[in-house]
């Protein structure tokens, strides 16, 4: 009786679950456990899943927030609904885009700070493109951020509808075949203000589910003539902002996260930087060779799928 007290006083939690496991025959309890890691291991999997398709579909011209909806609608759930979750992905994806082109955006901030603070530097070519460079990033990146604010909640509501997504998966596929062969001349320092915003009205148009961003990005600099290395450097560099502002507008949400979600969303985290990172570098390859048409010919049997089947 006295060590009952003892233990009801000092960890009343273990008395509990002792009290239960005496009174539970051993089957059930040997049931109840399995059942609650089968659970988990599940919540586990279904996280990992979900950062293994937004690692790779981020990169690629194909809309990773388009297909999340296809597969929310496909398997009649919501498990993939969590925008927290999604954010936090799109950091990891960030870091994995950032890790690749580390190089140019150590010289940009150099050159950046550079020019600010040293005037004798102002005269040097080099640093002098370069800061142009990152303002015209910036200015590339403010058209998204505007309408991102104006017409989030329309664009959320209004046109996550599933045949909705087939037309934009179309529109897609005809924008990435019609410049899967431009290779323009112009490079990173003969990008213009004119350039920036038209590459940025792009950019916006991306926000629409199922209009891929880094394709429309792509498809809004081949346009402009830029060749596809200076191409997919500044598609990718336009991400970056865009990533940040979304993961600082989150982290409130992230600190009230659930401590029962760490597992799940570092398991998400993991893949999805792991699979930015070899899609980014497999999807590189695909443009330097001019083979947009591949990701054309999967939309369009993607997008033909969703508008006779489903």
Not at 218 to 238: E, H, P, T
């Amino acid at each position: 009786m006295k060590h009952r007290e003892t233990l009801i006083k000092n960890n009343p939690l273990k008395y509990e679950m002792r009290r239960k496991m005496i009174s539970t025959p051993l089957l059930h309890n040997d049931n109840l456990l399995y059942n609650e890691l089968g659970d988990i291991m599940l919540e586990i999997i279904k996280y990992l899943i979900f950062g293994l398709i937004q690692g790779l579909t981020e990169p690629l011209p194909i809309s990773s927030s388009g297909h999340l909806v296809v597969l929310r609608y496909v398997f009649n759930t919501d498990a993939f609904d969590d925008l927290t979750f999604e954010i936090f992905l799109n950091f990891a994806s960030f870091i994995a885009i950032f890790f690749l082109f580390r190089k140019d955006i150590f010289r940009l901030i150099t050159s950046f700070f550079k020019y600010i603070f040293k005037k004798e530097s102002r005269q040097t070519p080099e640093v002098k493109d370069d800061f142009k460079y990152c303002w015209l990033v910036v200015l590339g990146s403010i058209p998204a951020a505007i309408a991102g604010i104006l017409f989030k909640d329309f664009i959320e509501g209004k046109l996550s509808n599933i045949k909705f997504l087939g037309v934009a998966f179309l529109i897609t596929a005809l924008l990435l075949y019609l410049v899967r062969k431009l290779n323009g001349n112009k490079k990173d320092k003969n990008i213009t203000i004119k350039d920036a915003i038209i590459i940025g009205l792009f950019q916006m148009v991306a926000l629409i589910p199922g209009i891929s961003r880094s394709g429309a990005v792509l498809v809004g600099c081949l346009l402009r003539r830029l060749d596809r290395d200076s191409a997919l450097r500044y598609a990718f560099m336009l991400y970056l902002p865009v990533s940040i502002g979304s993961f600082i507008l989150s982290i409130p949400d992230i600190m009230e996260m659930d401590a029962t979600l760490t597992i799940p969303y570092g398991v998400g985290f993991i893949a999805s930087l792991v699979m930015t990172y070899f899609a980014s570098i497999w999807f590189f390859g695909i443009v330097k060779k001019g083979r947009l048409a591949k990701f054309s010919i999967y939309l369009v049997v993607l997008a033909s799928i969703i508008l006779l089947f489903i």
